[in-house]
């Protein structure tokens, strides 16, 4: 008997489950299918000093409500002869431009293929902007912008953001942008073989972009895809890239011969892990005048046109070593204004600058990574292990975040974090062994 009243209960709320469902289903068809309510009114909750009302458009969508004024006062004698049975005369043609005002609001709405305030607005009010200002436009007119900064590289990663956009969709635009096509572009470029951090290095400018359109009203706020409860950006750890103890100590031990290739690849990565991990392009800018009192204050490339108000310059303390670098390597016209290195010079073009800076990475990774060979080196030893092994250094030293964080010229500590190495494995054997061997 009790099996039986339990089935028939059980299967009483199995049925109100299913229809509680439904009615939900039915209920986001509704949502995502309704159309938004136009209607004219005269807005008494505040009048003028001439007892006028501002006649509106009431527009109303997904159970939110705003009002667009229209330019016209009326007094509440007035808007009723014009909703009147037979308005007359003036009424007559006010009636008529309130209906096209009316007309001219569904018309937009059904332009729509996804309904927003914001975009009803730009339409309703015949704004240019969201009719010429496509999602391409707004990268090339960003692009543009940094070139004429001289941002050349961060110019390209804009570029190449866009191509691999329009390469998934040729005819990408705003509209296109939502979680389910972000999703479907990380799918893509995952299963075309590309890593989960070069998803994150094209979607980052796209996001810039989105936030750009909805400065300008050209996207709407309330589409915004980059939260979290609607799609975020893959990212990925770094991996670390710091000499531990014995190579540091082979590399900086050996004496290739003077003035070499090898030579001179080998003095930058130094320099730069004794300088703070100065980053390569930061080495390039480095001028006479930065150097005051055996100190070296510069601001990083990359955040000297920054929004904030308080960036501080990095204080490097001259270390012996460093100054032989200079002495060796320097430019010998020591004019306040002139490069300390002989990498780029002021007569330059960004774009050539910018080449010059690669390829004075490109080189100097090619001899040290024969250097590494040499000294079987298993690490890399690119120009990013020098600021790695910098950070690295500072941690097993008890060195704290915040000092190295100073030190790097970096945002955040969290930032900072992602820099620091992890333990290397014969720290981690030394440390395992003191739990059996102390």
């Not at 080449?355 to 120009?383: P, V």
């Amino acid at each position: 008997m009790f099996f039986i009243l339990f089935l028939f209960f059980a299967t009483i709320l199995l049925n109100l489950i299913r229809f509680v469902c439904k009615l939900y289903a039915n209920f986001i068809l509704y949502l995502i299918n309704m159309k938004p309510l136009t209607q004219i009114i005269l807005d008494t909750r505040r009048s003028k000093s001439d007892k006028r009302f501002p006649l509106k458009l009431r527009l109303t969508y997904a159970r939110k409500q705003k009002y667009f004024p229209l330019g016209l006062d009326l007094t509440i004698e007035e808007y009723d002869k014009i909703r009147g049975e037979k308005p007359r005369g003036e009424y007559k043609d006010l009636l008529i431009k309130i209906n096209g005002f009316e007309e001219k609001a569904v018309r937009i709405i059904e332009s729509l293929s996804r309904f927003s305030f914001e975009k009803f607005e730009i339409g309703f009010f015949d704004k240019p902007l969201s009719e010429k200002s496509t999602l391409p436009d707004f990268y090339n007119d960003y692009i543009n912008q940094l070139k004429s900064e001289g941002r050349i590289k961060t110019a390209q990663n804009y570029n190449d953001s866009l191509k691999s956009l329009q390469v998934f969709n040729p005819k990408v635009s705003f509209d296109c942008i939502t979680p389910e096509f972000l999703s479907k572009y990380e799918a893509w470029m995952i299963e075309k073989g590309k890593s989960v951090s070069t998803v994150g290095f094209y979607l980052r400018p796209l996001r810039t972009i989105i936030n750009e359109a909805i400065e300008k009203k050209a996207f709407s706020r309330d589409d915004y895809p980059f939260i979290k409860k609607r799609y975020q950006i893959p990212s990925s750890r770094n991996i670390k890239k710091a000499l531990n103890k014995e190579d540091l100590r082979k590399l900086l031990n050996y004496s290739p011969t003077p003035f070499s290739s090898t030579d001179k690849a080998k003095d930058f990565w130094v320099f730069s892990y004794l300088c703070n991990g100065i980053n390569f392009k930061d080495i390039a800018y480095l001028k006479w005048r930065d150097i005051n009192d055996d100190r070296i204050f510069f601001i990083r490339n990359k955040t000297k046109r920054t929004k904030k108000l308080d960036v501080q310059p990095i204080v490097i303390p001259l270390l012996e070593e460093a100054k032989g670098i200079i002495v060796k390597w320097g430019n010998k016209e020591k004019e306040p204004g002139n490069y300390i290195f002989n990498i780029i010079d002021k007569e330059m073009s960004p774009e050539t600058i910018e080449k010059k800076i690669h390829q004075f990475i490109k080189t100097t990774n090619y001899w040290n990574r024969k250097l590494a060979g040499k000294l079987e080196i298993k690490a890399d030893m690119t120009t990013y292990y020098a600021r790695h092994t910098f950070s690295t250094m500072m941690k097993r030293m008890g060195a704290s975040t915040e000092l190295i964080r100073e030190q790097l010229g970096q945002s955040s500590t969290k930032v900072t974090e992602n820099y620091l190495d992890s333990f290397e494995d014969d720290v981690k054997r030394e440390f395992a062994g003191k739990l059996v061997n102390f």
